[in-house]
């Protein structure tokens, strides 16, 4: 039946939102844990300033990495499933 494919085909466009959704929930609660951690680090002791950002920064790119992670086994699960 047609009407099958388009089912499995519905389905997996909802998988890959869903494995994007929420694979980016955690990484954004994440980032404003980091940001506002960074931000009171800063205020009360603005002299290393320079260095907390460099290692918020790090953190930021490595938290960020989890939301790629939850896109591409999302791709996996819309293309290869």
Do not use: C, H, W
Not at 7 to 25: E, M, N, P, Q, Y
Not at 48 to 59: E, T, V
Request: proline share 2%.
């Amino acid at each position: 039946m047609a009407l099958e494919g388009n089912i499995v085909d519905a389905a997996k466009a909802i998988s890959l939102g869903l494995a994007t959704g929420f694979g980016a929930i955690g990484p954004g609660v994440g980032v404003g844990y980091l940001m506002g951690k960074t931000i009171e680090s800063v205020a009360r002791q603005p002299e290393l300033r320079s260095d907390l950002m460099g290692i918020m920064f790090l953190g930021l790119a490595l938290t960020e990495a989890i939301t790629f992670y939850a896109l591409l086994m999302g791709f996996v699960a819309f293309f290869l499933a």
